[in-house]
């Protein structure tokens, strides 16, 4: 290779470094933040869920140990899945028994040092399909696992100081299962970790809801779990 080539390679190489650097610091620059779902038929959604938010609501923002931050939610997930005593799929929605059951998040989140000592209120939006194959498939869920100042007519709830966060239960074209974390900021914006990317996303009420979607693929049913 002769001066010339060479000098130009070298300066192709730099170039490339250079833009690489600038990126990384670009602010509002997409980069995981936690450790995400792995793809697959992997069904810990409602395991990293609430990993994050008991990540966030100690503060931590990062994942600084890809190993450690599995285990605790390979642990999470070992305690909320619906388990082998579930009844099964119950059209129109396929739901196995290794999904993740939102009562048994609440009653996890609701326990322990890292609990939360309200456990979360449980929300539904009336008529949701895959809430009524839920609340219909789940014949242990009793009245006592709903706020009872929900009623059927009342008002979507909206993240305020009390409850900041939300677990949200959301459901595809393809009637798949999914959950997502969403938490409104100090400032009163809204954002949304979704365990298959794992770094916070803007979001709005009508996402939170179901009356938009939340993107091509995903749409919240309405129904989830408030938190504080």
């Given amino acids: 290779m002769n001066k010339t080539k060479k000098s130009r390679l070298c300066a192709?190489?730099?170039?490339?470094?250079?833009?690489?650097?600038?990126?990384?610091?670009?602010?509002?620059?997409?980069?995981?933040?936690?450790?995400?779902?792995?793809?697959?038929?992997?069904?810990?959604c409602g395991a990293f869920s609430t990993a994050y938010y008991q990540w966030l609501k100690a503060g931590k923002t990062l994942s600084t140990g890809i190993q450690e931050d599995k285990a605790a939610v390979d642990a999470i997930y070992?305690?909320?899945?619906?388990?082998?005593?579930?009844?099964?799929a119950l059209e129109p929605y396929n739901i196995p028994p290794d999904y993740s059951d939102p009562l048994k998040i609440m009653k996890y989140l609701g326990s322990g040092a890292t609990g939360s000592a309200?456990?979360?209120?449980?929300?539904?939006?009336?008529?949701?399909?895959?809430?009524?194959?839920?609340?219909?498939?789940?014949?242990?869920?009793?009245?006592?696992?709903?706020?009872?100042?929900r009623k059927e007519d009342s008002a979507l709830p909206r993240l305020d100081a009390a409850h900041s966060f939300a677990i949200v239960i959301c459901r595809s074209k393809s009637r798949g299962l999914h959950y997502m974390l969403?938490?409104?900021?100090?400032?009163?914006?809204?954002?949304?970790?979704?365990?298959?990317?794992?770094?916070?996303?803007?979001?709005?009420?009508?996402?939170?809801t179901g009356e938009k979607a939340i993107d091509p693929v995903?749409?919240?049913?309405?129904c989830g779990i408030l938190l504080p």
Avoid at 124 to 149: H, N, V, W
Avoid at 191 to 201: E, F, I, L, S, T
Wanted: include cysteine; charge should be neutral; hydrophobic fraction near 40%.
């Fill in 218 to 222: 995903w749409v919240s049913s309405g």
């Fill in 12 to 44: 192709a190489v730099l170039a490339v470094f250079l833009c690489l650097t600038i990126a990384r610091c670009v602010p509002g620059r997409k980069a995981p933040a936690f450790i995400t779902q792995p793809g697959g038929g992997n069904r810990q």
């Fill in 182 to 208: 969403f938490q409104r900021l100090e400032s009163g914006t809204l954002v949304y970790y979704d365990p298959y990317k794992g770094a916070p996303r803007a979001a709005s009420y009508a996402m939170m």
């Fill in 78 to 88: 070992s305690e909320i899945q619906f388990g082998s005593g579930f009844a099964g």
């Fill in 118 to 149: 309200a456990a979360g209120i449980m929300y539904r939006r009336p008529g949701d399909p895959l809430f009524d194959s839920l609340y219909t498939l789940l014949g242990r869920m009793e009245a006592a696992d709903f706020e009872e100042a």
